[in-house]
């Protein structure tokens, strides 16, 4: 009976441990704020998914669902998945290409603010404010030093840990760029986090500057994230 016991404990855990709780604080709250949900929209905007609320007080609840919550049974309500190295914001394709994993993958964004039946704002989870602008308009707004973060679904639990490097050519100049990767990605809905270490200056003429060392790990609890909100 113990043993039974134990093992049932086991199998508990490892459900649980399948569902992923974050908490941040908002940078720029609205003043009397009603508490929001937190949603994506991985199978259209007629279809959100609930990942957690934002409280009147600005606190940021993240509870993410299990991975059944991004699969419908209607047919024209799908999950759009590609091979995973398309899910990374940064990759090696064709030089140096390292192993990927066979798991299917996607990002999915924006972070969505939903109210009242109405889309209300984006959150910008990162480092420096900075980078929100950046991630808005990567052709015309630099990027600074610093860390955002990226919600990406994958059908089956992954490990990818390695490093490779690669040539990216901007009309006649070349950025020389390398990636360190550390994650463990579970079965659905994962935070992973995007840290910029070094940075390739280029002609403004031609293109703002590009990220050219960049790492990828999971989210760790300590990890010191701005949320900064983008209200419509």
């Given at each position: 009976?113990?043993?039974q016991?134990l093992?049932?404990?086991?199998?508990?855990?490892?459900?649980?441990?399948y569902?992923q709780?974050?908490?941040?604080k908002?940078?720029?709250p609205?003043?009397n704020?009603p508490?929001?949900?937190?949603?994506?929209?991985?199978?259209?905007?007629d279809?959100?998914?609930?990942?957690?609320k934002?409280?009147?007080n600005?606190?940021?609840?993240?509870?993410?669902?299990?991975k059944?919550a991004f699969h419908?049974?209607?047919?024209?309500?799908q999950?759009?998945?590609?091979?995973?190295?398309?899910?990374?914001?940064?990759?090696?394709i064709?030089q140096g290409?390292?192993?990927y994993?066979?798991?299917?993958?996607?990002i999915i964004?924006?972070?969505s603010?939903?109210?009242?039946?109405?889309?209300?704002?984006v959150l910008?989870?990162?480092t420096d404010?900075a980078l929100m602008?950046w991630?808005?308009?990567?052709?015309y707004n630099?990027p600074?030093?610093g860390t955002?973060y990226?919600?990406?679904?994958?059908d089956?639990?992954?490990?990818?840990k390695?490093d490779?490097?690669?040539?990216?050519?901007?009309s006649?100049?070349t950025?020389?760029a390398s990636?360190?990767?550390?994650?463990?990605?579970?079965?659905?809905?994962?935070?992973?986090?995007y840290?910029?270490?070094?940075?390739?200056?280029m002609?403004?003429?031609?293109t703002?500057?590009k990220?050219s060392?960049?790492?990828?790990?999971?989210?760790k609890?300590?990890?010191a994230?701005?949320w900064?909100?983008?209200?419509?």
């Open positions: 009976m113990k043993q016991l093992t049932f404990l086991g199998l508990l855990l490892c459900i649980l441990g569902t709780t974050l908490t941040g908002l940078e720029n609205l003043q704020m508490e929001m949900d937190i949603v994506l929209w991985p199978l259209g905007m279809s959100a998914v609930t990942i957690g934002l409280t009147a600005g606190t940021l609840e993240f509870n993410f669902p299990q059944e419908s049974t209607d047919e024209d309500k999950i759009i998945v590609n091979d995973f190295k398309h899910a990374l914001r940064f990759n090696c064709g290409e390292p192993e994993p066979n798991a299917m993958a996607t964004s924006p972070i603010l939903w109210y009242k039946e109405r889309y209300v704002g910008f989870p990162v404010e602008h991630m808005e308009d990567e052709a630099n600074v030093e955002f990226d919600m990406v679904y994958v089956e639990a992954t490990t990818f390695t490779c490097s690669t040539t990216l050519q901007f006649e100049e950025v020389n990636y360190h990767y550390q994650l463990n990605l579970e079965a659905g809905l994962n935070f992973i986090a840290t910029i270490e070094d940075i390739h200056k002609n403004s003429k031609v703002s500057n990220p060392k960049v790492v990828v790990k999971n989210v609890a300590e990890d994230i701005k900064i909100a983008k209200y419509f």
